[in-house]
């Protein structure tokens, strides 16, 4: 398995941005899809980003489409998510996760490893 750890939340006004980063360890994660998902409480878990092995293909959800951006850099092992012009409604605990299937990204079910999350809060 692979341990991953998120960094990178806090409390940021609406309009502002924030960088979220997750660290692997355990195993190189050039050869894995990661994604982002995050959970608002008394909400289900829902798919934000994804970006493929080699960092040129990524995968958006709807809510954040044209604001967030999922990069990642293979040599620190390290996957990315910058937040722009964050709003209320993006406050949640964000997770990244690793992606073993080869099925579609957006559901959590073909994700095996993932971080205990960071905490983002935006106040209007």
């Known amino acids: 398995q692979v341990q991953l750890v998120e960094s990178g939340g806090g409390l940021v006004q609406a309009g502002g941005s924030l960088r979220l980063s997750c660290v692997a360890s355990?195993?190189?994660?050039?050869?894995?899809?990661m994604a982002w998902f995050r959970q608002a409480p008394g909400k289900e878990r829902e798919f934000v980003a994804a970006v493929n092995w080699s960092g040129d293909v990524t995968y958006y959800g709807d809510p954040v489409k044209g604001r967030f951006t999922a990069s990642r850099d293979n040599a620190k092992n390290t996957v990315y998510l910058q937040m722009n012009n964050l709003k209320p409604e993006d406050t949640a605990v964000y997770y990244c996760?690793?992606?073993?299937?080869?099925?579609?990204?957006?559901?959590?079910?073909?994700?095996?490893?993932w971080g205990q999350g960071t905490q983002v809060t935006v106040s209007s």
């Open positions: 996760a690793l992606k073993i299937s080869l099925g579609s990204y957006i559901t959590a079910q073909g994700y095996r490893d």
């Open positions: 355990g195993r190189p994660l050039r050869q894995y899809a």
